[in-house]
């Protein structure tokens, strides 16, 4: 759900969280273990001592890089022209997959009315005919699942961007021909008992995970909110993703980490405010900026976050226009950088090149919400990369005239991990 969308969302109650895989970097190393044992009055001096020394040392220094290029050329695993079962059944936000309780594995990379491919395993995913959370029927803006998670492939949670931009404009926002006036977003929750075939939001306050407010400013000239979010993981007994905020005078344009202890709590998340996850903005007072992960490396919306269990390391993988070593001009298509913490990124590599913006680079199609996922994963939420053989999902956009239309498709491209 970017900025190219059709249209035709107190710290974890109880104990301290759990220390992730967060390596602080060096100048937080000290405050990290020091905040934790304040945190822990009345809790055994030596357990939260222990607690703070692994949050602020982190991953072994082992971490060995990872290498990923194509071993093939595109797939394409559905195709809206023949397959679709609704017109607006198309892939407008990155794929995400969990295994269900029966075994099967479901994936989503939806648009607003929500839908979901099934299959027994990657090779077999076909397109389920339902809507399992139709935004029309909910009263509560356009409604985009971003996120799943599930413990037991029965019971599962999602994130949802909530796009307000058309209520916005009924109220009488005037866009002004400026590109994101007018659009207001928050991440919702959702939950599902039955596998995933159908979702209900979460209702009233307790539902919303991120906001930066439930009105759009006068004064803006750009989009206000928060956006995005990549995949939902999980490490050393807490869980972890990446939402994109913008709004002027308050938030800078970035990728913020979150926390949380429980995902299926969704007001729980906490975002990273440069010395601790202790934000909270699941209401509209949030107060503080999130510190953006690595601007200069992370230059657009993170859409998947995967761990490589043998190498120790995480790979974010996102969309940009960017100029490596070697090139003679910026070159549009999908990038991968690394990080031992989810702090500390590496300088970006690329993953594939490919057309990013209509017209500028092709006048027949644009490709978008690049995620990486590994079939073979021992996780039930294929947030690892454990067989050495991912793939690349990514939307193709057929352009007419050089203009958007609903004609997407949904690909992907094997890759070779070195």
């Known amino acids: 759900m970017p900025e190219g969308r059709s249209t035709v969302a107190l710290a974890p109650r109880g104990k301290p969280p759990r220390p992730g895989p967060v390596a602080l970097r060096l100048g937080a190393l000290g405050r990290a273990a020091l905040g934790l044992c304040r945190r822990a009055a009345g809790a055994p001096r030596l357990g939260w001592l222990a607690a703070g020394l692994v949050m602020a040392l982190g991953a072994p220094a082992a971490a060995q890089p990872v290498g990923l290029t194509p071993a093939g050329g595109p797939r394409t695993l559905y195709r809206w022209a023949t397959d679709r079962c609704e017109d607006e059944f198309i892939p407008d936000a990155p794929a995400r997959a969990f295994r269900r309780a029966d075994g099967r594995m479901a994936l989503l990379a939806t648009h607003r009315e929500n839908w979901m491919l099934l299959g027994d395993d990657f090779a077999t995913l076909r397109p389920d005919c339902r809507s399992v959370l139709r935004s029309s029927a909910q009263g509560s803006g356009e409604l985009w699942i971003e996120a799943t998670y599930t413990r037991d492939g029965r019971e599962v949670v999602a994130l949802v961007s909530q796009d307000l931009s058309l209520r916005v404009r009924a109220a009488g926002c005037d866009r002004r021909d400026l590109p994101g006036r007018c659009w207001l977003n928050n991440i919702l929750a959702a939950r599902s008992a039955d596998m995933g075939q159908s979702f209900a939001l979460v209702p009233g306050p307790s539902g919303m995970v991120a906001t930066l407010g439930d009105h759009y400013p006068a004064e803006a000239r750009s989009r206000h909110g928060v956006f995005t979010t990549s995949n939902i993981v999980r490490h050393a007994g807490a869980y972890y993703m990446v939402a994109y905020l913008q709004a002027e005078a308050r938030q800078p344009p970035g990728n913020c980490l979150f926390r949380t202890e429980d995902p299926f709590v969704p007001a729980s998340w906490r975002g990273w405010d440069g010395r ?53 001009a910026p070159v549009p298509g999908f990038y991968y950088a690394q990080s031992r913490d989810l702090l500390a990124w590496e300088a970006p590599r690329r993953l594939w090149a490919a057309p990013t913006e209509a017209r500028r680079d092709d006048a027949t199609r644009v490709t978008n919400y690049p995620s990486l996922l590994d079939p073979a994963s021992a996780s039930r939420n294929f947030e690892t990369l454990d067989s050495g053989r991912p793939v690349l999902l990514f939307t193709v956009q057929h352009l007419r005239q050089g203009q958007g239309s609903m004609d997407r498709d949904l690909q992907y491209l094997p890759l070779r991990m070195d």
């Open 276 to 328: 601790d996850f202790a934000l909270d903005l699941s209401g509209p007072g949030g107060g503080r900026p999130c510190v953006a992960l690595a601007p200069q490396v992370l230059q657009s919306e993170v859409r998947s976050l995967t761990y490589v269990p043998g190498r120790g390391v995480w790979l974010a993988v996102f969309r940009g226009r960017l100029r490596l070593e070697g090139d003679a």
